[in-house]
């Protein structure tokens, strides 16, 4: 079985985009420092204008790129067929071939797209390494640099952009906070909330602050900033679109102690004009019961995927929550979270494998050795069939996981390759062990799920008995109202 990420306790973690995407979000806003235009259609205009006058290879690179990045595939058709024709097997070709499909309305698919999104890294990485050879002291192309080589699963190369970013601009809202988020991605939780609880600026920066009252709270602490924090906020001493995530971050801390009221006021504040990452959290607000906050005009916040993805799964319109997830992957490819979720949705309750792989692909990635993925992918493959390939990713996933859920799943996705490849006793002990331990944590719809795969895997093996694990479950699900383990249910009551 797959599992999402385990989501008790949300923080209003950073997005970590490159500076273009972070200055179109408007994160950087107010800021008072001097920073690169945005990218808007008038460059890609440019790009179009300099392609025309030199007909060369980098002049058709930055076409083809700003073309993609604001899907006007027309203005780059002309540059794309000219490096088809001038170039063998290249990221750069496989950019070429990515924007004539989509110009032409061909593969239009969620995997073509990511094709595209793979190979704009590489060709990104390629690009950002020649500017910061020209302007060795630009903290932005570092910065950028290093967010490319982590979309690839490159963490150890993003170390020094980062460390250089990092020096030249300390200061920074997009250099602190990208920091401080590439910390927590690579599990350095601690050092990303002294990262930002250092900064000269905290007090005077509400985005750094709220990054910091975060990240702090991650690491199981609570910020000695948080209330000085409230404190502005009561003051006004910021814009509504200046607090949306400090004020989520506060109102997560409220939240957390018990006062649901305080808590519903600061995240009514963060939704005045809200941040895709306040909506997302006001909706995991929502969901865990504790408060009603949103409008369905927030999910019409820009890159809302997250809250879009999630909101839709709770209503039950998986095949939404699928294609926002994929934008959210998208959006954040070297977070595990869009594929973890996406994957569950895919594989457990829209049984689409394929997809599921496909995303899990794309996502391993930039996190070669995740755990949850390792698992998510190993079961998509075993119940396609392809037993020796969910082996070798379960082999991969083998060891010490940190996390008693991840720990639980392994041994129950076990259980399911341990069935296919004939071994009915082992694979009924095995998702035995695993419901154990889901109860023992607590876990009761994944326990529940649990007992669900092992009756589906000894009706299909034949199992004399499986009809009477069907009637226990039915006894176990009587008043149930988890729509996921309903459906899993409904279709193993259907006839084989």
Not at 225 to 238: D, E, L, P
Not at 252 to 279: H, I, Q, W, Y
Not at 350 to 363: G, N
Request: contains cysteine; hydrophobic residues 45%; neutral net charge.
């Amino acid at each position: 079985m797959t599992l999402p990420v385990h989501e008790k306790n949300r923080r209003i973690l950073p997005r970590w985009r490159d500076f273009d995407e972070t200055l179109d979000q408007r994160e950087l806003a107010g800021e008072g420092t001097q920073v690169r235009p945005p990218l808007d259609e008038e460059y890609l205009n440019e790009k179009k204008v300099v392609w025309e006058h030199e007909k060369t290879i980098t002049a058709a690179a930055e076409l083809i790129g700003s073309a993609l990045v604001y899907d006007k595939m027309a203005a780059g058709v002309e540059a794309a067929r000219f490096v088809l024709q001038a170039q063998s097997e290249s990221p750069l070709r496989c950019m070429a071939e990515d924007l004539l499909a989509l110009h032409e309305g061909e593969g239009k698919s969620r995997e073509v797209l990511l094709n595209v999104e793979r190979s704009f890294f590489a060709e990104k990485v390629k690009n950002l390494r020649m500017a910061t050879r020209r302007g060795p002291r630009d903290p932005i192309a570092w910065l950028d640099l290093a967010h490319a080589y982590s979309s690839l699963g490159l963490n150890d190369k993003a170390r020094r952009p980062l460390d250089a970013a990092t020096a030249l601009a300390p200061s920074s809202r997009f250099i602190a906070r990208g920091a401080a988020r590439f910390f927590v991605h690579v599990g350095e939780a601690e050092r990303a909330a002294k990262w930002l609880g250092s900064r000269a600026n905290l007090e005077l920066d509400p985005w750094i602050l709220a990054a910091e009252i975060a990240t702090t709270s991650l690491t199981g602490h609570t910020s000695t900033h948080a209330r000085f924090a409230m404190k502005s906020i009561g003051r006004k001493s910021w814009s509504e679109s200046e607090v949306t995530e400090l004020a989520s971050a506060l109102g997560t801390l409220e939240l957390e102690a018990g006062n649901t009221k305080a808590a519903k006021k600061l995240f009514r504040l963060s939704l005045m004009r809200p941040s895709d990452n306040a909506v997302a959290q006001a909706e995991w607000a929502e969901r865990r019961g504790h408060v009603l906050l949103l409008e369905e005009s927030a999910f019409a916040t820009p890159r809302a995927f997250e809250a879009s993805a999630k909101r839709n799964l709770s209503l039950g319109k998986h095949g939404r929550a699928l294609d926002d997830a994929w934008k959210w992957l998208r959006d954040e490819p070297f977070s595990r979270e869009p594929a973890a979720f996406g994957s569950y949705v895919a594989s457990i309750l829209l049984e689409d494998y394929v997809e599921a792989e496909r995303m899990l692909e794309v996502s391993l990635v930039a996190n070669p050795r995740d755990k949850l993925l390792l698992n998510n992918i190993a079961f998509t493959l075993a119940s396609r069939g392809q037993i020796k390939k969910a082996e070798y990713f379960l082999g991969r996933a083998a060891g010490p996981t940190g996390d008693a859920r991840i720990s639980a799943v392994l041994v129950a996705t076990a259980g399911l390759v341990a069935f296919r490849r004939g071994s009915l006793g082992e694979g009924r002990e095995l998702y035995r062990v695993a419901i154990d331990l889901f109860e023992r944590q607590g876990e009761g719809k994944f326990a529940l799920m649990a007992r669900l795969f092992l009756a589906r895997e000894e009706r299909l093996a034949g199992v004399l008995g499986a009809n009477d694990a069907l009637v226990e479950l039915r006894a176990r699900l009587k008043g149930s109202r988890d729509p996921d383990l309903l459906l899993l249910l409904h279709r193993l009551e259907q006839p084989l």
